[in-house]
C-alpha cells in the first residue's frame, strides 16, 4: 500500500493544511525549512508523467494558492514548488506529490544547484525532444 494513500484516507496522522475533493495538503514530516508543505492528489498516480491532467491541475492549483498563503503567513522571502519524477530525481514516494518549500536565505538548508553542463547541440536536442 501506498504510504500518501493511508495518509489520504486518514489512517496515519498528518498535519493537514489544504483538503479538498481533489487534493490534499500536509506538512512535511521532514521540514527542510519552516513551512515546507507536501500538496498531493487524492487520486493515486505515480508521478507527473503518468498522471491525468485532472490531477496535475489539482494540484498545480493548489499549490499555486497554498504557496502564496505560505510566503505570507511564514514571512518568507521566496519559494520554490517542485515535484521529482523517478528515483534519479529524487522521488522516494510512487504517489505524484510537489514540494512547495518556503526560502528564507541564502543558508536555509535547501541547495538546488545548476552547475554548467557540457556545451550541447540545440538543434540535435530538439530534434531528438520533438522526436
Same mark, same amino acid.
Given at each position: 500500500?501506498?504510504?500518501?494513500?493511508?495518509?489520504?484516507?486518514?489512517?496515519?496522522p498528518?498535519?493537514?493544511?489544504?483538503?479538498?475533493?481533489k487534493v490534499?495538503?500536509?506538512?512535511?514530516?521532514?521540514?527542510?525549512t519552516?513551512?515546507?508543505?507536501?500538496?498531493?492528489?487524492?487520486?493515486?498516480v505515480?508521478?507527473i508523467?503518468?498522471?491525468?491532467?485532472? /490531477?496535475?491541475l489539482?494540484?498545480?492549483?493548489?499549490?499555486?494558492?497554498? %504557496? +502564496? !498563503?505560505? @510566503?505570507?503567513?511564514?514571512?518568507? /522571502?521566496?519559494?520554490?514548488?517542485?515535484?521529482?519524477?523517478?528515483?534519479? %530525481? +529524487? !522521488?522516494? @514516494?510512487?504517489?505524484?506529490?510537489f514540494?512547495?518549500?518556503?526560502?528564507y536565505?541564502?543558508?536555509d538548508?535547501?541547495?538546488?544547484?545548476?552547475?554548467e553542463?557540457?556545451?550541447?547541440?540545440?538543434?540535435?536536442?530538439?530534434k531528438?525532444i520533438?522526436?
Open positions: 500500500m501506498c504510504i500518501f494513500c493511508d495518509i489520504i484516507d486518514h489512517k496515519i498528518s498535519s493537514v493544511v489544504y483538503e479538498d475533493e490534499l495538503a500536509i506538512l512535511d514530516i521532514s521540514q527542510v519552516r513551512g515546507h508543505t507536501l500538496v498531493m492528489p487524492k487520486k493515486h505515480r508521478n508523467i503518468e498522471a491525468d491532467e485532472e /490531477s496535475v489539482a494540484c498545480v492549483s493548489a499549490a499555486k494558492k497554498l %504557496a +502564496g !498563503q505560505i @510566503v505570507t503567513n511564514c514571512k518568507a /522571502s521566496g519559494v520554490n514548488v517542485l515535484t521529482n519524477c523517478g528515483e534519479s %530525481a +529524487g !522521488q522516494s @514516494v510512487d504517489h505524484l506529490h514540494h512547495i518549500i518556503p526560502r536565505d541564502e543558508n538548508c535547501v541547495d538546488i544547484k545548476f552547475n553542463s557540457p556545451k550541447q547541440d540545440l538543434d540535435e536536442v530538439l531528438t520533438k522526436g
